[in-house]
């Protein structure tokens, strides 16, 4: 048994049930491509792309020479009131990406960090405006923006905020989730139905004045709570009602954006331009902890008001524009431009909801959903015991099939290698079957 092992129970494990996985570790050591290694030098095919982070495979040659080269030359600089060149080139290279008028980036460490600065520009935009009563804010149930106090907040997943409702912020509202298996069990791609969903945020708008409302923030597909894709218009008519009423629309692309969805931002997939867009994630394809808000020209400049020589945002973290992880961020762009990433992430969609939808007559399956490179199978539960065929596919998986999956309560989450090999998923597909064919 290795050190790792031994001394396995020093380490609290995150969104992790702890006892059951120190009975059985599942360890990994060392990954390449899209295989992970474990300690005993067991390969694993990696049906995650990380946690919807590697999408151009692991330890990608370009992005490890980058870090060791930026690492040995400027390991750390202070971002207050200085800065490095690797952070402003990487501003420069992703908002150059970005939709157009989005023009600007504050960098973060994280998704949930990603979330929170976005919510605290948007309520320091209409107060640098004169309207400082909007200081609601609108998520979505089944929303994930993180764990950190604002982004549970708006977010609407229910196991993470229980514990902690007493302190979450106040002044929020949730509109409605868009998942509906009653109508749309098995669609592909958009589902057809739930469009008026939308009209919640109207709702919330009347109840509150929308002149009160600052920001709604809704991911353009959700992930963690299930891949849940918005039905066919919903984000157009998001759009339509936040500019009726002053209100910023943040997009929480920290999954969606890089390749996910085909395209450098889903905003560009959906057609639908935010104010604010949140990533993460596949800013440095998970090599580095990095996140980044993105917001229009007309919010940046607000804050720009008052004597040049004071702090515009009290606001940033010590390792905002990492030097390291912005080297790291600058080459996972450049690979994303020289493979022609994007493209290969289109070219795969089709191919990957066909497997996808093989499930949908399985025994066991009550819904299949996808969109872009994300995709779920989520089962019936087994009377009195929720969660558990889903946490049992995770198990036999890594253990017989030699695949790593992952599974939210009873849904089995799909997040492929945006440069995914055809051949390799039918083949994790195909060991996928099995397992479920093996449950009761």
């Given at each position: 048994?290795?050190?790792?092992?031994?001394?396995?129970?020093?380490?609290?494990?995150?969104?992790t049930?702890?006892?059951?996985f120190?009975?059985?570790?599942?360890?990994?050591?060392?990954?390449?491509?899209h295989h992970y290694?474990?300690?005993?030098?067991?390969?694993?095919?990696?049906?995650?792309?990380?946690?919807?982070?590697?999408?151009i495979?692991?330890?990608?040659?370009?992005?490890v020479?980058?870090?060791?080269?930026?690492?040995?030359?400027?390991?750390?600089?202070?971002?207050?009131?200085?800065?490095?060149?690797?952070?402003?080139?990487?501003?420069?290279?992703?908002t150059a990406?970005?939709?157009?008028?989005?023009?600007?980036?504050?960098?973060?460490n994280?998704?949930?960090e990603?979330?929170?600065?976005?919510?605290?520009?948007?309520?320091?935009y209409?107060?640098a405006?004169?309207?400082?009563?909007?200081?609601?804010?609108?998520?979505?149930?089944k929303?994930?923006?993180?764990v950190?106090f604002?982004?549970?907040?708006?977010?609407?997943?229910?196991?993470?905020?229980k514990?902690?409702?007493?302190?979450?912020?106040?002044?929020?509202d949730?509109?409605?989730?868009?998942?509906?298996?009653g109508?749309?069990?098995?669609?592909?791609?958009?589902?057809?139905?739930?469009?008026?969903?939308?009209?919640d945020?109207?709702?919330l708008?009347?109840?509150h004045?929308?002149?009160?409302i600052a920001?709604?923030?809704?991911?353009?597909?959700?992930?963690?709570?299930?891949?849940?894709p918005?039905?066919?218009?919903?984000?157009?008519?998001?759009?339509?009602i936040?500019?009726?009423?002053?209100?910023?629309?943040?997009?929480?692309?920290?999954?969606?954006?890089f390749g996910?969805?085909?395209h450098?931002?889903?905003?560009?997939?959906?057609?639908?331009?935010?104010?604010?867009?949140?990533?993460?994630?596949?800013?440095?394809?998970?090599?580095?902890?990095?996140?980044?808000?993105?917001?229009?020209?007309?919010i940046?400049?607000?804050?720009?008001?008052?004597?040049?020589?004071?702090i515009?945002?009290?606001?940033?973290?010590?390792?905002s524009?990492?030097p390291?992880?912005?080297?790291?961020?600058?080459?996972?762009?450049?690979?994303?431009?020289?493979?022609?990433t994007?493209?290969?992430?289109?070219?795969?969609?089709?191919?990957?909801e066909d497997?996808?939808?093989?499930f949908?007559?399985?025994?066991?399956?009550?819904?299949?959903?996808?969109?872009?490179l994300?995709?779920?199978?989520?089962?019936?539960?087994?009377?009195?015991?929720p969660?558990?065929?889903g946490?049992?596919v995770?198990?036999?998986?890594?253990?017989?099939?030699?695949?790593?999956?992952?599974?939210?309560?009873?849904?089995?989450?799909f997040?492929?290698?945006?440069?995914?090999?055809?051949?390799?998923?039918?083949q994790?597909f195909?060991?996928i079957?099995?397992?479920?064919?093996?449950?009761?």
């Open positions: 048994m290795s050190s790792a092992t031994t001394n396995l129970d020093a380490y609290w494990m995150p969104f049930a702890n006892r059951d120190k009975a059985k570790p599942r360890v990994i050591s060392g990954a390449s491509g290694t474990t300690e005993d030098g067991t390969k694993l095919y990696d049906t995650f792309s990380g946690l919807w982070t590697s999408g495979g692991h330890c990608h040659p370009k992005i020479e980058a870090v060791q080269k930026q690492v040995a030359t400027l390991d750390y600089c202070m971002s207050f009131q200085t800065t490095n060149d690797k952070a402003i080139a990487l501003a420069e290279r992703i990406m970005a939709p157009k008028g989005i023009d600007h980036c504050f960098f973060t994280s998704g949930s990603s979330v929170d600065t976005a919510l605290k520009i948007a309520l320091g209409h107060r405006r004169g309207e400082g009563n909007r200081t609601r804010l609108i998520g979505r149930e929303g994930y923006h993180g950190n604002g982004g549970m907040s708006v977010g609407g997943i229910v196991p993470n905020r514990v902690f409702s007493a302190a979450l912020i106040p002044g929020v949730h509109m409605r989730h868009t998942l509906d298996i109508r749309n069990a098995f669609s592909r791609g958009l589902p057809a139905h739930g469009i008026e969903l939308a009209e945020l109207e709702r708008c009347a109840l004045d929308g002149s009160n920001a709604v923030i809704v991911e353009p597909v959700a992930g963690s709570a299930g891949v849940i918005p039905p066919a218009g919903y984000l157009e008519r998001l759009r339509e936040c500019d009726q009423h002053g209100i910023l629309l943040i997009f929480d692309e920290v999954i969606a954006a996910r969805l085909g450098a931002f889903g905003a560009e997939r959906f057609g639908v331009t935010p104010d604010i867009i949140t990533t993460a994630k596949g800013l440095t394809n998970g090599v580095i902890p990095m996140g980044a808000v993105l917001v229009r020209d007309s940046y400049e607000a804050f720009m008001q008052g004597p040049e020589h004071m515009e945002l009290f606001h940033g973290y010590t390792y524009g990492h390291v992880a912005a080297a790291a961020g600058l080459a996972t762009m450049d690979v994303y431009k020289e493979e022609g994007f493209e290969q992430a289109r070219g795969l969609e089709q191919h990957f497997l996808l939808h093989s949908d007559d399985h025994k066991h399956v009550i819904d299949v959903r996808n969109f872009g994300m995709g779920s199978i989520e089962m019936a539960a087994r009377e009195g015991a969660g558990a065929r946490a049992e995770h198990k036999k998986c890594f253990w017989d099939e030699n695949l790593v999956v992952r599974a939210g309560m009873d849904t089995v989450q997040s492929p290698f945006l440069n995914s090999n055809p051949d390799e998923m039918e994790s195909a060991g079957r099995r397992v479920l064919d093996s449950l009761e």
